[in-house]
């Protein structure tokens, strides 16, 4: 694999592609690389690869885009960090193959997707993403990178603590303590409407991953957010496992106050 915090860095959204599909012999590598995806929960997700023409498929803020995957999960608990998980590990992998990706949670036709998808009673699909070779950005993909602030991030004093919510973490303590790359991990990762709800506290040999709700990202079937936690944990780990690092995921509130609006989500060990 490239260096991890490399292909983090370099990843952004993409919403223009050249047109002209994906190259067959990427895409069955990246299929044979979905069937083998797992994630810390043990909870399958389905990737379903669908060809625009075939199915009917598009988005209004997609152009020249001619595949799509669309990832399905079954109903239950931890559903969405496991799906965030295992979808990001698979657009990491499209991204390291040259691949443009964009995870599409809003603006698509959903029942279509759904339709195309097979999605059974009892299942969510959640997002799906077009997979293709990046092109210009059009106008109207600068206009909705601008209308996010898609290329801002929050400070680690934000986003981070010491050991509880009233100690700010900052760059230097995150290089003091060899965590620097494992939290820009975090930090670069996508979120819907680049919202970033991550907050993590460090506490020794633990990070402890809470969730900052924003209103109106909880449906029905699932916490969209919790969605952009799993995909944060999945970049978290991985950017471990790449300096050798041994994280570990379990589920143990610890007994700290935690601010309103907030949940504990897993902590790492490591
Ligand atoms: C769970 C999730 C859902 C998203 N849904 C949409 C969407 O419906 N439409 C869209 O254009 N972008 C969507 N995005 C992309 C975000 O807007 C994007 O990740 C964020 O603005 C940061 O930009 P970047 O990915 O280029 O770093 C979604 C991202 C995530 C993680």
Redesign the pocket.
């Known amino acids: 694999m490239a260096n991890f915090i490399d292909l983090v860095k370099t ?3 993409v ?1 223009s592609f050249d047109g002209k599909g994906v190259d067959p012999k990427v895409l069955e590598e990246l299929k044979a690389f979905a069937e083998d995806i797992t994630n810390p929960y043990g909870i399958k997700v389905r990737f379903i690869f669908l060809d625009a023409k075939e199915n009917d498929l598009s988005s209004p ?1 997609l152009t020249g885009e001619k595949c799509y995957v669309s990832a399905v999960v079954a109903k239950g608990e931890h559903m969405e960090e496991a799906y ?1 998980y295992s979808f990001q590990k698979l657009l990491m992998k499209a991204h390291e193959l040259g691949l443009g990706t ?7 036709p959903r029942e279509k997707f759904e339709k195309a998808s097979c999605l059974q009673e009892g299942e969510v699909m ?2 799906v993403s077009p997979l293709g070779i990046t092109a210009k950005m059009s106008i109207k993909e600068n206009l ?2 601008k209308g ?1 602030k ?2 801002w991030r929050m400070k680690f004093e934000e986003l981070f603590c010491i050991g509880n919510f009233g100690k700010p973490l900052d760059e230097r303590y995150a290089k003091e303590n060899g965590l620097f790359d494992d939290l820009e991990a975090v930090r ?1 990762a ?5 919202k970033q709800p991550w907050r993590i506290v460090i506490d020794e040999h633990s990070a402890m991953f809470f969730e900052k709700h924003d209103k109106g990202y909880i449906t029905p079937d699932y916490d ?1 957010q919790k ?2 936690m799993g ?1 944060a944990m999945y970049n978290f780990e991985t950017q471990m496992l790449s300096e050798g690092k041994k994280p570990e995921l379990i589920l143990d509130a610890p007994d700290i106050t935690v601010p309103d609006g907030m949940d504990y989500v897993a902590t790492y060990t490591f």
Request: proline share 7%; with cysteine.
């Open positions: 990843r952004r959204s919403r803020v965030g964009v995870w599409i949670g809003g603006t698509m959640p997002c909705m990178r996010v898609a290329d670069f996508p979120s819907a409407v680049n969209l969605i952009d995909i």
